[in-house]
C-alpha cells in the first residue's frame, strides 16, 4: 500500500521502497512498526551493535509518524498537573524530563544524521483564546525554575502584532521547539538504521508471533523472523496482533488541511514563522509550509473515522472565524490519520513479558515521545531498564471497547463546551 496523498507524500525527498521479507531470518530483534517509535528503537539497537530487523505493514510512516501537524516539543498529552496527581510530582518532574530529552533527540537526529530534508524551524507559540496571562506567567516561572527551560511570555498585543486575530489573548513562546517535514525525517532516520547494519522491510505484516524458548517466531504472510526480543510499536493500526495491546488503546482520528498558494492574503493574517497551537482541547495548531507559501492547518478529533471532506469544511471554517482575512483562501488537500490514545493519556511502553516490549499510545504529543520511548526501550533490551520503569503506572488497562470510545467523545464535547464559555466570557470582557 502507498502513501495517502498528503504535503509529505508530495514533497517526500526518498526514492524507492524497501523490499518484502521473504522466507526465515535472524536477528537480535525484530521490530513491528515502521513508525518513528519503531524506527527509533532499531536505530538505538543497532548503533550499539545488536542485529535488528524492521517490519512495516505498509510503507515507512505511513500511519500518524508521517502525517501530522509536524510539531517537536516537550510534553505529553495529559498535563503536567494531572501527571503528577497520578505519579507524585518528582516522578512527575523526571518524566517531564524524558519528553525534553526527547525533543533534543529529535534535533540531535537531524543535525548529526545530516536529515537536512526534515526542514527543521525552530519556534513553537502556545496561544490561549481566553484571558490568563498569570497563569502562563507562572507556567514559565515553573518551567525555568524545575527544568532549566526558558519560556517567553508574550502579552496580548505582541500576540496580534503577529496573529492578527482578535480570538487570541497570551501565549508562550517557545524557541527550542521545532517543526518539521516528519515523513522526510522518517525516512532520514530509516537510513542511518540501515547504515548501522539493521534491516528494513516494507509490505510486511506481522500476522502472528509465539515465543519458543529463548526466542520468539513472528511470522508474516510471506516469511518469518526468529529473534530473541520483539518490540511492537504499530500505534493506531495495531490491529489483532496482540489482544492486550488492542484493548488497551482508543483508536483516534485526527484531521488536516493544506491551502492553496497565497503568500500575500496568508501575510495579512500570519506575520510568523513559528508553529501555532491553541489551548483548547484538541484545539487548532498551524503553520506556514512551502516557504511561507501555504498554511497547514490541522484540528478536530473523532473516535471513529469521520468523512473526511466534512470535517475539513469544519476546520475550514475555524480558521476563518479566527482569521476573517482568510475568507478568500481555499483548501487544495485535506487528509486523515489514526492515533492511539490510553485512557491514561500517556504512552504506554513496557514489557508483555519473556522479552517482547511494546512502545505505543503516542497520540497528541508523538514527536518527542516517540523519540524518547524508542530509546529507553533500547536501554531495557541492552540491560537498562531503570528509565523504562518510570512509564509502569501507565500500562495496558483496558480501554473500554466501544463504550470507551463513547464516554471519549462525550467527554471531548464537554470540555468543547467548557472552552467555547470560556473565550465567550473573555470577549465579552474585551
Known amino acids: 500500500m502507498d502513501y495517502i496523498d498528503t504535503f509529505y507524500a508530495r514533497t517526500l525527498t526518498a526514492s524507492g521502497e524497501k523490499p518484502r521479507l521473504e522466507g526465515l531470518h535472524e536477528a537480535d530483534c525484530c521490530i513491528i512498526g515502521g513508525g518513528l517509535a519503531g524506527l527509533s528503537t532499531a536505530f538505538h539497537l543497532a548503533e550499539a551493535g545488536k542485529s535488528v530487523i524492521l517490519l512495516e505493514e505498509n510503507r515507512l510512516g505511513w500511519g500518524a509518524s508521517g502525517r501530522n501537524g509536524g510539531f517537536v516539543s516537550p510534553g505529553y498529552a495529559h498535563g503536567r498537573s494531572a501527571i503528577a496527581g497520578m505519579v507524585g510530582q518528582a516522578h512527575a518532574d523526571d518524566l517531564h524530563r524524558l519528553s525534553i530529552e526527547g525533543m533534543q533527540l529529535v534535533r540531535r537526529h537531524i543535525a548529526l544524521l545530516g536529515i537536512s530534508h526534515a526542514d527543521p524551524q525552530h519556534g513553537i507559540m502556545s496561544v490561549v483564546r481566553y484571558d490568563t496571562g498569570e497563569s502562563l506567567r507562572r507556567d514559565a516561572d515553573i518551567m525555568s525554575e524545575?527544568?532549566?527551560?526558558?519560556?517567553?511570555?508574550?502579552?496580548?498585543?505582541?500576540?496580534?502584532?503577529?496573529?492578527?486575530?482578535?480570538?487570541?489573548?497570551?501565549?508562550?513562546?517557545?524557541?527550542?521547539?521545532?517543526?518539521?517535514?516528519?515523513?522526510?525525517?522518517?525516512?532520514?532516520?530509516?537510513?542511518?538504521?540501515?547504515?548501522?547494519?539493521?534491516?528494513?522491510?516494507?509490505?510486511?505484516?506481522?500476522?502472528?508471533?509465539?515465543?519458543?524458548?529463548?526466542?520468539?517466531?513472528?511470522?508474516?504472510?510471506?516469511?518469518?523472523?526468529?529473534?530473541?526480543?520483539?518490540?511492537?510499536?504499530?500505534?493506531?493500526?495495531?490491529?489483532?496482533?496482540?489482544?492486550?495491546?488492542?484493548?488497551?488503546?482508543?483508536?483516534?482520528?485526527?484531521y488536516v488541511m493544506l491551502s492553496e498558494r497565497n503568500p500575500a492574503l496568508i501575510e495579512q493574517a500570519i506575520r510568523t514563522r513559528h508553529a501555532v497551537g491553541d489551548n483548547r482541547r484538541a484545539g487548532d495548531y498551524y503553520r506556514l509550509v512551502d516557504e511561507g507559501q501555504r498554511i497547514l492547518w490541522g484540528g478536530r478529533i473523532t473516535t471513529r473515522a469521520?468523512?473526511?471532506?466534512?470535517?475539513?469544511?469544519?476546520?475550514?471554517?475555524?480558521?476563518?472565524?479566527?482569521?476573517?482575512?482568510?475568507?478568500?483562501?481555499?483548501?487544495?488537500?485535506?487528509?486523515?490519520?489514526?492515533?492511539?490514545?490510553?485512557?491514561?493519556r500517556m504512552p504506554q511502553i513496557g514489557s508483555l513479558g519473556a522479552n517482547v516490549w511494546y512502545c505505543t499510545a503516542f497520540g497528541g504529543h508523538g514527536m518527542n515521545t516517540t523519540a524518547i520511548g524508542g530509546k529507553v526501550v533500547a536501554e531495557a533490551i541492552l540491560g537498562e531498564p531503570e528509565r523504562l520503569r518510570l512509564f509502569e503506572p501507565f500500562g495496558l488497562s483496558w480501554a473500554g471497547g466501544a463504550a470507551g470510545l463513547a464516554v471519549a467523545q462525550a467527554t471531548f464535547w464537554k470540555l468543547q463546551m467548557q472552552d467555547k464559555w470560556q473565550e465567550w466570557r473573555s470577549q465579552k470582557g474585551g
Open 146 to 254: 524545575r527544568f532549566d527551560y526558558p519560556l517567553a511570555f508574550m502579552d496580548t498585543s505582541q500576540v496580534r502584532e503577529v496573529l492578527r486575530s482578535q480570538c487570541y489573548f497570551q501565549a508562550l513562546r517557545d524557541d527550542q521547539a521545532f517543526h518539521f517535514h516528519p515523513l522526510n525525517y522518517v525516512h532520514g532516520l530509516a537510513g542511518a538504521v540501515e547504515k548501522a547494519g539493521g534491516e528494513i522491510f516494507e509490505q510486511s505484516r506481522a500476522v502472528s508471533y509465539e515465543r519458543k524458548g529463548a526466542s520468539t517466531l513472528i511470522k508474516t504472510d510471506h516469511g518469518e523472523v526468529r529473534a530473541r526480543d520483539l518490540v511492537i510499536a504499530t500505534g493506531g493500526y495495531t490491529g489483532s496482533l496482540s489482544s492486550r495491546m488492542q484493548r488497551a488503546y482508543l483508536p483516534i482520528a485526527t
Open 306 to 344: 469521520a468523512d473526511t471532506k466534512a470535517l475539513t469544511r469544519e476546520l475550514r471554517a475555524e480558521m476563518t472565524t479566527t482569521f476573517p482575512q482568510l475568507t478568500g483562501l481555499k483548501v487544495e488537500l485535506a487528509w486523515s490519520g489514526m492515533m492511539s490514545y490510553a485512557r491514561h
